[in-house]
């Protein structure tokens, strides 16, 4: 079976912002609940949609959750503007060439569609151009570990069957999603947070230095 859609994560797999999202995150967490947030409660939510990630996060903390989110996404909003995302070493060539194959490529995030489209505006990409379709968790029941964003993307680019997909990204919960759709190839990419060891203790079919290399997987 030929593969028809590469689905791509954003922040640590086809996007470098230096770990903005998540020292954001804790930091909106932690001014709503007045302690601080374990490195390791961050870790186990990399990938997730935000707003799940907050709920999660504030257990047991009288904060509402949109008043959190809407903090994080200032927060997030000032490290961009003072260290802009840029796309990781390779990526945009790897992405015009699946493209130039006849491989539609998709983006899936845990970001909200405003935030991700910030994101593309900085970067220079347009879907219709750089890239297929892209898909963000506010657009879907359910984030990450469940797989409708990856269904969502197949629905946006006409792919009819999960064995014509491969998934990546550089979180557990992205390598989950890819499994729980049924993905042909489930990726996990050494760029972003998590290592090698902590990606290949969950289901996945390859483990790649980087985006940059599916090309050559797939030829």
């Known amino acids: 079976m ?33 302690r601080p947030v374990p490195e390791a409660d961050i870790r186990r939510w990399m990938g997730a949609d935000k707003r799940e990630a907050i709920a999660a996060l504030l257990a047991g903390a009288p904060a509402e959750v949109e008043t959190v989110f809407d903090d994080f ?19 945009e060539s790897a992405l015009a060439e699946l ?20 994101i593309l505006d900085v970067l220079g990409w347009q879907v219709g151009a750089a890239i297929d379709a892209l898909v963000t968790a506010d657009e879907v029941a359910a984030g990450r570990p ?24 550089d979180t557990i919960l992205d390598l989950r999603a890819g499994t729980n759709a049924g993905a042909r190839y489930v990726l996990g990419v ?3 947070a998590q290592d090698a060891e902590t990606l290949g203790r ?6 790649l230095p980087s985006v940059a290399d599916i090309p ?4």
């Open 146 to 169: 469940a797989p409708y964003m990856i269904f969502h993307a197949m629905e946006a680019t006409g792919v009819l069957r999960a064995d014509a997909v491969l998934t990546a990204g």
């Open 202 to 207: 969950e289901r996945h079919t390859h483990l």
């Open 73 to 91: 996404r200032a927060r997030l909003a000032a490290a961009y503007e003072a260290e802009p995302p840029t796309a990781l070493p390779g990526v």
């Open 190 to 192: 050494l760029t972003g």
């Open 216 to 219: 050559y997987l797939l030829a």
């Open 2 to 34: 030929t593969i028809e859609l590469v689905a791509l994560d954003m922040a640590g797999t086809t996007v470098q912002e230096s770990g903005a999202v998540y020292r954001a995150l804790a930091d909106a967490v932690a001014a709503a609940a007045g």
């Open 99 to 118: 493209r130039a194959r006849g491989v539609q490529v998709a983006l899936t995030t845990g970001f909200s569609r405003d935030v991700a489209e910030g």
